[in-house]
């Protein structure tokens, strides 16, 4: 196949800039999307200085209609779009009992309304093509379930149970629903956090052992760089001291 088409979300820093610069260094055509319109330019000046190919769209994943620019920005610019890389998340991390009701919301859009809109843009182009992968970045915040992330986790999940469904309504081989679940990783995900005391926990916790970015980057690379007949259901990636 020649080179991959490949749409990213978050993509302006953290694991979707990282992944943006991997994925272009082995030859991908990258759109990246994002909010930050002036660090997604930097991005995609920076990879073609180094002889990649990228275009940017300013992309808010609780917006339908941005995703499906992103998309079609995708089909217009290259002919297809091969691979949706979901990334783009936000965490209102803390008690639960502070009833944070905006919090959860914003959570909600981002973290599962936002994957609903990228599968929402995407499907019917993959559908169309004949084939097409979707990794979504989850997190282990799902898996091992811990105070203050209560309903992080449940955004988590809720898109880790969309991914299962969708894995087993599309297995007539040309759809793949790959998933990504970090633990710790060093990005600036911990700005979203509002509570002083949960966003100093976690910055700490980032720069004492959290994963570089690119650490995941090469996950994903290595999910979608299987053979047509190899499907990576799930990666848990996590520093090796992380509880």
Known sequence: MSRPIVAITGASSGIGAATARLLAGRGAAVVLGARREDR???????????????VTVPTDVTQRADVERLVDTAVQAFGRLDVF???????????????????????????????LHGIAAALPVFRRQGQGDFVTVVSTAGIKIIPNMGVYAATKNAVRTLLEALRQESTDGVIRTMSISPGYVNTELDSSIEDPEARRQTRAAMESFGLPPEAVARAIAFAIEQPRDVEIGDITIRPTVQG
């Not at 997604?40 to 990879?47: H, N």
């Not at 890389?85 to 309304?113: F, Q």
């Open 85 to 115: 890389v979901g990334n783009a998340g936000i965490s209102k991390i803390g008690p639960t009992t502070e009833l944070d009701v905006d919090g959860w919301s914003t959570m909600i859009d981002v973290n599962l309304r936002g994957v």
């Open 40 to 54: 997604l330019r930097a991005l995609a000046d920076e990879i073609r200085s180094a002889g990649g190919t990228a």
